[in-house]
């Protein structure tokens, strides 16, 4: 049911930036992006979301195609706290009150010193 | 707020008991989410409640589970009789229903069934 595909695993750098990219290229027009990271096997914790226009917030910054049909994640500095799962979700919703959010795989992010 | 709350943080269990967790959502949030998760499968959306009503159980994974919510303050997800392919992490969250806010997530908790 995810409609999203992220890469397996990246590495970043201690310190540089990380930029986690996501395909979602058959997102509706009402349709959400958002961001969540998940540490050992702690819950998932949100990072961000959008819609169309670019998001920033103290953790992080979305980059959202024209399109719509992909994304990045930037953390500006990584850390190596920063090490976790890092989830691309949409929110689906057929009707106002059927918004859930799968799930995929996601993207181990592995920030090395 | 001190979040969702999940309890208990850990369980063990032997075949064929039922076991029941328990969640209370962030006060205010009117939807509810039950997860599964496990190293083969990931994160499974079992059901979801709007305003205390399930709307979509389709991830439920058979009729020995079952989940309620009497009020918008409390839920359950209950599992009878257990088996030890049910052993997962289980993780509760809850949102506002409008598809522009975030979901929170409990800290879970650890299934094992022996």
């Known amino acids: 049911d995810a409609k999203t595909t992220q890469p397996t695993s990246m590495d970043c750098a201690e310190g540089r930036a990380a930029n986690l990219p996501c395909n979602h290229s058959?997102?509706?027009?009402?349709?959400?992006v958002y961001w969540y990271r998940q540490i050992h096997s702690q819950g998932p914790q949100y990072i961000i979301h959008?819609?169309?226009n670019n998001e920033t917030n103290e953790m992080a910054s979305l980059i959202i195609t024209e399109d719509r049909k992909s994304s990045t994640l930037i953390l500006p500095h990584a850390t190596l706290r920063d090490t976790a799962v890092y989830y691309c979700?949409?929110?689906?919703?057929?009707?106002?009150?059927?918004?859930?959010?799968?799930f995929g795989s996601g993207t181990k992010l592995n920030v090395k010193p | 707020d001190a979040g969702v709350i999940q309890s208990p943080r850990h369980e063990v269990t032997e075949m064929g008991q039922e076991v029941t967790l328990r969640c209370k959502p962030i006060?205010?949030?009117?939807?509810l989410f039950w997860y599964r998760q496990t190293m083969m499968r990931g994160l499974e959306l079992l059901i979801y409640f709007n305003n205390n009503v399930p709307i979509d159980d389709s991830g439920m994974p058979e009729d020995r589970f079952s989940a309620k919510m009497p009020n918008a303050s409390f839920s359950t997800l209950k599992i009878q009789p257990s088996e030890p392919r049910d052993s997962a992490v289980y993780f509760c969250a809850s949102s506002f229903t409008e598809m522009n806010t975030e979901a929170f997530f409990g800290q879970g908790t650890r299934l094992t069934v022996v």
């Open positions: 959008g819609l169309k």
């Open positions: 006060s205010g949030h009117n939807s």
């Open positions: 058959t997102i509706s027009g009402n349709e959400y």
């Open positions: 979700i949409v929110r689906v919703g057929l009707l106002y009150n059927f918004n859930k959010f799968y």
